[in-house]
C-alpha cells in the first residue's frame, strides 16, 4: 500500500520558520498525510538568484533553508520517501547526498530533470543516460537507488530524423539506455498530460521501474467571465481538474509504488498552499 506524502516545492511559503513548518507538517498528518518528499536546494541556504527565478516562475520556494530540517521531519512524524537532487551533486559530492539520505533515512535520491539541457538533441540525451546510470552504480554501492523524474520536456521529438524503431524522444531514450539495476522513475502525469501524451500508456509501459508517483491534475480555475473562449490551463488540485486520475491512481497501486506524492506548483485554491493539500487529501483518501 503506497503512502501519501506531499513534495516540499508545494510548502516554501509556509515553512519559513521552524514553528511555522512543525504547523504545517501536523496539518500534514491531519490530513492523512504519511510523508514528505524534500528538495535539496530548500533544505539548504540557497542563493538570492534561486529565489528570484522560482519566484519569477510563480513557485515561491521560501526562506527555510537554514532550518534543522531532519529534527523537524521527525518531530513531526513524518517519513522522507525521497530528496530531490542535481545530478551534478551525486557526481561530484557523493560523500554529502550518502550523509543526507542517513540524516534523513531515506533510501531514494531522485533527480528532477537537467538545467539548461537541450531535450531535443539524441545525442545529448543519450550521454544523459551513460551519466545516470553511472551515478546509480555509484548510489547503489552504499544501498541507495537513484530515480529520474519526469517534466514535459523529454516527450518533445527529436530534432533529427530517427531510424524507424529507435526513440523518438528523450523519455523512450532513457528508459531504453537506463540500466533497471540502476536507474529507475519518479513519474509525474501532471506533465505528461501537459506534453498532450497518453500518461496511463507511459506508466504501464514502465510498470514496477515507476517507484514514486507524483500526482496532481490539470485544468481551469475560472473565476469570473473569461475574455476570450479560450482558457488558461494549470495545475488543480486532484479529482477538480479535466484528468482521469483514477485508473492513473490504480496502475500506481499495480506497480507497487511506495508513495503518492502530491505536488501542485501554485494555482491553488483560495491560493494557499496548505488549503490546496487539505482539499487534495480528499481524493487520495479515497483512491490511494
Not at 18 to 31: G, R
Not at 214 to 236: F, V, W, Y
Amino acid at each position: 500500500m503506497p503512502i501519501r506524502a506531499v513534495q516540499q516545492f508545494q510548502l516554501g511559503t509556509v515553512m519559513n520558520k521552524e514553528e511555522q513548518a512543525l504547523e504545517t507538517m501536523a496539518k500534514m498528518k491531519a490530513a492523512g498525510y504519511e510523508g514528505i518528499e524534500l528538495c535539496g536546494f530548500m533544505i539548504k541556504p540557497m542563493g538570492f538568484a534561486v529565489k528570484l527565478l522560482t519566484k519569477a516562475a510563480g513557485m515561491p520556494v521560501g526562506n527555510g533553508g537554514r532550518l534543522e530540517w531532519p529534527r523537524l521531519v521527525r518531530q513531526a512524524g513524518l517519513k522522507v520517501v525521497s530528496v530531490h537532487e542535481h545530478l551534478g551533486s551525486i557526481e561530484n559530492e557523493p560523500e554529502s547526498i550518502l550523509k543526507e539520505a542517513s540524516d534523513f533515512q531515506t533510501d531514494t535520491i531522485v533527480i528532477t530533470g537537467m538545467y539548461r539541457f537541450d531535450y531535443g538533441s539524441a545525442d545529448q540525451v543519450k550521454e544523459l543516460a551513460e551519466r545516470l546510470n553511472r551515478a546509480g552504480e555509484k548510489l547503489a554501492g552504499s544501498g541507495l537507488r537513484l530515480l529520474y523524474h519526469n517534466h514535459n520536456c523529454e516527450f518533445v521529438r527529436f530534432r533529427q530524423a530517427q531510424k524507424e524503431g529507435e526513440p523518438v524522444n528523450a523519455w523512450q531514450l532513457l528508459t531504453a539506455e537506463t540500466d533497471p539495476a540502476y536507474v529507475n522513475f519518479e513519474f509525474d502525469s501532471y506533465w505528461a498530460a501537459d506534453a498532450g501524451v497518453n500518461a496511463l500508456a507511459v506508466m504501464q509501459s514502465l510498470g514496477e521501474r515507476m517507484k514514486l508517483y507524483h500526482i496532481n491534475d490539470r485544468g481551469c480555475r475560472q473565476e469570473g467571465p473569461a475574455m476570450t473562449p479560450i482558457l488558461k490551463m494549470d495545475s488543480m488540485e486532484p479529482g477538480t481538474g479535466c484528468m482521469d486520475l483514477v485508473p492513473l491512481v490504480e496502475q500506481a497501486r499495480r506497480a507497487k509504488v511506495d508513495a503518492v506524492v502530491l505536488e501542485s506548483h501554485r494555482n491553488w485554491i483560495d491560493k494557499s498552499p496548505v488549503k490546496s493539500f487539505e482539499v487534495s487529501a480528499e481524493f487520495l483518501r479515497k483512491y490511494v
